[in-house]
């Protein structure tokens, strides 16, 4: 049974960070892009940032370009959002993904699995 656990969110103050967790369990983690999306009340699911089975590429949305960083640790199963520079807008829930693919996906229905969120606000 494949489980994606997010961790990490929180309240935070503008202009402040936050670093995402996701561990997977369930799965060959090496044999996946993983991807970490977010939802804002009464708004759509939206792309947030991928990384690539060994981690040497990198998708980012432009809200998040410069901002936030992606990465992954295999032998810790684990995919890892660095926030810096928070804006209220980046307030949701932000979910990590899994797609077993060689391609770095940037579209939700891509991705099999995924994690129940957490819950990211940021204050102004």
């Known amino acids: 049974q494949v489980q994606l656990v997010e961790s990490g969110g929180g309240l935070v103050q503008a202009g402040g960070s936050l670093r995402l967790s996701c561990a997977a369990s369930?799965?060959?983690?090496?044999?996946?892009?993983m991807g970490w999306f977010r939802q804002a009340p009464g708004k759509e699911r939206e792309f947030v940032a991928a990384?690539?089975?060994?981690?040497?590429?990198?998708s980012y949305a432009d809200s998040a370009k410069g901002r936030f960083t992606i990465s992954r640790d295999n032998g810790m199963n684990t995919v890892y959002l660095q926030m810096s520079s928070l804006k209220p807008e980046d307030t949701a829930i932000y979910y990590c993904?899994?797609?077993?693919?060689?391609?770095?996906?940037?579209?939700?229905?891509?991705?099999?699995?995924w994690g129940q969120g957490t819950q990211v606000t940021v204050s102004s």
């Open positions: 993904a899994a797609v077993r693919d060689y391609v770095v996906r940037t579209y939700g229905a891509s991705y099999e699995y």
């Open positions: 369930g799965l060959t983690y090496s044999r996946y892009v």
């Open positions: 990384i690539s089975r060994s981690g040497e590429t990198t």
